[in-house]
């Protein structure tokens, strides 16, 4: 039979191992937190740049057109108007 000091003992044991792992939990929970904002920042980071980047291509899409009007109306091949105008093809 476990003595009366031996379960007040084992109960303070418990409840000390009780409440440093309530103190994990709420650490856990915080990291948690603090990974959901992450994802939450990173993913709108990308949408931003997502963005920037479909901008950026519909106007050097308007550009090629612009060229490509400026060729077709003064009967030069776009490399030669890209040339006109200094511009490199990789630009």
Not at 62 to 84: C, N, P
Request: charged fraction near 30%; glycine fraction near 4%.
């Amino acid at each position: 039979m476990i003595s009366d000091t031996t379960k007040a003992e084992i109960t303070a044991a418990l409840e000390a191992r009780i409440t440093a792992l309530q103190v994990q939990i709420a650490q856990r929970r915080e990291e948690i937190q603090l990974l959901d904002y992450d994802a939450t920042t990173a993913t709108a980071i990308i949408k931003a740049h997502m963005e920037l980047l479909h901008d950026y291509n519909k106007a050097r899409d308007d550009g090629q057109k612009l060229f490509g009007l400026i060729a077709d109306k003064t009967g030069e091949t776009i490399s030669s108007v890209y040339e006109r105008y200094e511009i490199e093809d990789d630009d």
